[in-house]
């Protein structure tokens, strides 16, 4: 079974920090663009993270760039997302997504360039 299975979620105060541990399983996800979206109540659902998992190479929402880092373990086929500085603002479900092969060169931000989600996990910041 092909899945993405998020943990790590939690409360937490402002000011602290958190990681999320995607872990991705049934299939090679060595030519993949891995993300992390999330979604507030009553919002849309955001693109936070964006790593490409034969590159390395990452791309940030401006809303998280500096507090957030988005890493793979190849050996775990787990994407990680080390969230610091925490603000209310960062309250939401975290989700994870996944695409093969994506386009080279370009980064994908928007949710319906992917088409393998997780459940999400809640992250909740107290102020």
């Known amino acids: 079974q092909v899945q993405l299975v998020e943990s790590g979620g939690g409360l937490v105060q402002a000011g602290g920090s958190l990681r999320l541990s995607c872990a991705a399983s049934g299939r090679t996800f060595s030519r993949d663009a891995l993300a992390w979206f999330r979604q507030a109540p009553g919002k849309d659902r955001e693109f936070a993270a964006t790593i490409n998992w034969s590159t390395g190479s990452t791309y940030y929402a401006d809303s998280v760039k500096g507090r957030f880092t988005i890493s793979r373990d190849n050996a775990k086929k787990t994407v990680y997302l080390q969230m610091n500085t925490l603000k209310p603002d960062d309250t939401a479900v975290y989700y994870c997504?996944?695409?093969?092969?994506?386009?080279?060169?370009?980064?994908?931000?928007?949710?319906?360039?992917?088409?393998?989600w997780g459940q999400g996990t809640q992250v909740t910041v107290s102020s």
């Open positions: 997504a996944a695409r093969p092969n994506p386009p080279w060169g370009r980064y994908l931000y928007n949710s319906r360039d992917y088409d393998l």
